[in-house]
């Protein structure tokens, strides 16, 4: 009798197999109640991962400890902490100076596991490492048959996601002030044959702005004043970026803002690009990026290149209400690639307005 439970059990899990390689849809839970968790995977390394994709850390736990940030944010007094809010955007406002906003960007990232990949307080930016998140769908999301079988054969339905951070600085003119922006880049594990690859996810809104939230708690905002500021962040904005072609054949981007304005956007829009910013300069109004064959979204199509190759965005005022992103190859080779490329990236960043 028990040999032909089992073949029972194994019958009706083979009906349903498909079914484990897809979460089932969960029920999206209030803002400020979201459960979520990263853990290490030792089968990692045993994981196929394309070229242009960092490869996950294994290391950490991402776990909501409550005790450990209300100890932390306890120890700080801030004075507010503002949400802002556009048609495309949300970032926080803090009455904090940037180099004290910074020492806390780094302490809350490691409170939660992730390890620092990349940082340059000069530039205001700090960049985390990827790190596996827990997928596994709950048993009362499953269903009986379901949830029996995942406990009988040990399985998990849900495919592995990893996730990672950028938060990025901007200082103001009062100096005891910031802006603060916190961008979250998702890989999601896909089954191609016999091989399991990362891939690059949608955006997550809900799971970043419950990051942003956690983020307010953690700089001293009172929980229940966060949730609220947060869902009362409702200003909307319209706009329209267009992509031209300059005279010398280089992609133009072209926002409806003036200069301080298109400035604050294209900082943003990079960032939900994931580009490679080297270095920055308020001043001029410039960014410098990196690309490196084989690495990034847009990278691939620069088969040309055998190393990194940097390039320089200029914002150009044209008027009170019109401002121009110019892509500027410092190389000056001109070259079919690096023109097509300049194409791909502000297009891309058009998309994201």
Wanted: charged share 25%; hydrophobic share 40%.
């Amino acid at each position: 009798m028990k040999y032909i439970k089992h073949l029972l059990v194994i019958f009706i899990a083979s009906l349903l197999t498909s079914c484990s390689m897809v979460s089932d849809p969960i029920k999206k839970v209030e803002l400020g109640g979201r459960d979520v968790n990263y853990q290490g995977d030792d089968t990692i390394d045993s994981l196929v991962i394309p070229p242009d994709l960092t490869k996950p850390n294994s290391q950490g736990l991402f776990v909501e400890n409550v005790g450990v940030i209300d100890q932390t944010y306890k120890a700080i007094e801030v004075q507010n902490v503002e949400v802002k809010r556009d048609a495309h955007r949300r970032w926080l406002l803090v009455d904090m100076a940037p180099s004290e906003v910074w020492s806390l960007s780094k302490e809350f990232l490691r409170s939660f596991g992730f390890k620092i990949e990349k940082e340059n307080q000069k530039i205001g930016i700090l960049e985390t490492d990827y790190l596996e998140i827990d997928t596994k769908v709950p048993d009362k999301s499953l269903g009986a048959i379901r949830a029996t079988l995942s406990k009988a054969l040990n399985t998990q339905y849900g495919l592995p996601i990893a996730d990672k951070y950028r938060i990025r600085i901007e200082s103001l003119s009062d100096p005891n002030q910031s802006e603060v922006y916190l961008t979250l880049t998702s890989i999601g594990e896909v089954v191609k044959g016999e091989q399991r690859l990362w891939q690059p996810r949608e955006k997550d809104v809900e799971l970043e702005t419950e990051m942003l939230l956690k983020f307010m708690v953690f700089l001293g905002s009172d929980r229940f004043e966060a949730v609220s500021k947060i869902q009362a962040s409702n200003e909307k904005r319209e706009s329209s970026v267009s992509v031209i072609k300059s005279e010398n054949g280089y992609a133009t981007l072209v926002f409806p803002y003036n200069k301080k304005q298109a400035w604050s956007y294209l900082g943003w829009a990079l960032d939900e690009l994931y580009v490679d910013i080297e270095d920055r300069d308020v001043i001029e109004g410039s960014y410098f990026i990196n690309v490196t064959p084989a690495q990034g979204f847009f990278s691939k199509i620069l088969s040309t290149i055998s190393s990194t190759q940097t390039y320089q965005l200029v914002l150009r005022q044209l008027d009170d209400s019109h401002t121009q992103v110019i892509f500027v190859d410092l190389s000056a080779e001109n070259e079919q690639d690096t023109i097509d490329y300049s194409f791909d990236l502000f297009n891309g960043l058009a998309t994201k307005f």
